[in-house]
């Protein structure tokens, strides 16, 4: 039962994370250079950029395969691509996460 309860303040919490959204100017410069990126087409500094989120974590809004792709969010400092990404759905709705898919806020501009 601890198990379940755990499980279902994560998904509370996720939940609440994700309907307060985040403005865009109160994201990182380079989540904002990243949704220009996005918005002109490119170019993209990663070659994982722009493939499709299939959104096994069930956190963003049901969607058909192939409805998100993601997009890496440089982190300076790091080595590798970081944990902070950009995940566009066709619609035009965008979202960002710092934590490596483990919560999302939706971009409010």
Same mark, same amino acid.
């Given at each position: 039962?601890? &198990?379940?309860?755990?499980?279902?303040?994560?998904?509370?919490?996720?939940?609440?994370?994700?309907?307060?959204? /985040?403005?865009?100017?109160?994201?990182?410069?380079?989540?904002?250079?990243?949704?220009?990126? +996005?918005?002109?087409?490119?170019?993209?500094?990663?070659?994982?950029?722009?493939? /499709?989120?299939?959104?096994?974590?069930?956190?963003?809004?049901?969607?058909?395969?192939?409805?998100? @792709?993601?997009?890496?969010?440089?982190?300076?400092?790091?080595?590798?691509?970081?944990?902070?990404? +950009?995940?566009?759905?066709? &619609?035009?709705?965008?979202?960002?996460?710092?934590?490596?898919?483990?919560?999302?806020?939706? +971009? @409010?501009?």
């Amino acid at each position: 039962m601890r &198990g379940l309860a755990a499980v279902l303040a994560f998904v509370c919490f996720a939940a609440a994370a994700f309907d307060q959204g /985040v403005s865009l100017k109160s994201l990182p410069a380079e989540a904002r250079e990243t949704l220009e990126r +996005i918005k002109a087409g490119g170019p993209f500094p990663y070659r994982q950029d722009g493939r /499709v989120f299939g959104n096994r974590e069930g956190l963003l809004p049901k969607q058909k395969r192939g409805y998100y @792709r993601e997009y890496t969010v440089r982190t300076p400092g790091a080595r590798d691509r970081g944990a902070r990404r +950009i995940v566009a759905g066709q &619609g035009g709705e965008y979202y960002y996460t710092d934590d490596h898919y483990r919560s999302f806020r939706r +971009i @409010r501009e």
